[in-house]
């Protein structure tokens, strides 16, 4: 479970957007993370231009829409088209269009309600309990927050999860509702911490290979879960900063080469593979997420 302040849209204008030199006395020596001001000056006059694009659409001034969708978030989208701005306005058109048909706008704060295999069931979204019920131990999957002002961090255990199991019993589709709501969750919680510290703040995902075997591995899963994935993707731009698999098999790299092509580009290029082994080189790229001392 997660402990934060609300989170709340507000314009990027706003004061509570930190600035460089509020913040540069107290920067943590692998926080490379860049400032929300620098960004928005940077893509200034792209950010209008997607504004003036996106505002013809009868959503974006749908009840707080307007607000909501502000400065901050249309840049998330240029971030990830790389300044192309009509790439940028057509994926934020589509996302305001799947956020409206999963009415993800009318489920209020739902930080406290990310996925906890030990946490109360009752204020869990179904479908995520329903994903969870295939671990085979209560830290097989854990979400937390080591630090306030860094990241959310998410460790899976593969090996701990019956991926067989969960290949026959759960549909692509079951896998982008439960998928949806774990990215919902994680993103309230990352775009209120980027707001109040003034640095763009992303997800760090630690897969732990430990105790999987080839012949525990479903590659009807691994298709399922590329699927859900991919289905996904362009909703939640710059959400995830780095998936690293930990204590990988030798095996592992060779069929990553063959279940790459399932799974979105964006996720494929911040996915790097660690041995049991990890070197103090090889802990920077977790020290860009969390601080040492957590």
């Known amino acids: ?13 706003s004061s509570s957007i930190m600035s460089p030199s509020s913040k540069s006395s107290n920067v943590a020596p692998h926080d490379d993370r ?13 950010i209008e ?3 003036s694009i996106i505002q013809d659409d009868n959503l974006y001034n749908k009840g707080d829409n307007s607000t909501r969708y502000d400065d901050i978030w249309i840049l998330r989208f240029l ?3 790389k300044k192309n701005v009509e790439k940028a306005a057509k994926a934020a058109i589509k996302t305001m269009h799947y956020r409206e048909e999963m009415k993800l706008n009318e489920l209020g704060d739902i930080r406290h309600r990310t996925g906890s295999i030990t946490g109360p069931t009752s204020i869990q979204f179904p479908m995520v309990v329903k994903y969870q019920s295939f671990c085979k131990n209560p830290s097989a999957i854990i979400n937390t927050l080591p630090n306030k002002d860094r990241g959310i961090v998410t460790y899976l255990n593969i090996g701990g999860v019956n991926t067989k199991k969960l290949a026959k019993e759960m549909s692509v589709e079951d896998l982008q509702e439960a998928y949806m709501y774990f990215n919902e969750c994680t993103f309230q919680i990352l775009d209120e911490v980027t707001r109040r510290t003034g640095k763009l703040t992303k997800w760090l ?21 590329g699927a859900a994935n991919k289905a996904s993707d362009c909703f939640y731009p710059q959400l995830l900063g ?22 979105p580009v ?12 990890i070197n103090p080189e ?12 957590s």
């Open 79 to 81: 971030l990830s088209h």
């Open 205 to 225: 995902k630690i897969l732990d290979c430990d105790g999987l075997y080839f012949t525990d591995l479903s590659m009807k899963y691994v298709q399922k879960d």
């Open 1 to 13: 479970m997660f402990s934060c302040c609300k989170s709340s849209h507000t314009s990027s204008s």
């Open 49 to 51: 231009s997607v504004r």
């Open 266 to 277: 964006r996720v494929v290029e911040k996915i790097n593979f660690f041995g049991s082994d």
């Open 242 to 263: 780095a998936m690293l698999i930990v204590n990988s098999p030798s095996w592992a790299q060779n069929i990553w080469k063959v279940i790459r092509p399932f799974f």
């Open 282 to 293: 090889d802990k920077k790229h977790f020290w860009r997420y969390i601080s040492e001392e």
């Open 34 to 46: 860049p400032f929300i001001s620098d960004l928005l000056k940077e893509y200034s006059s792209e």
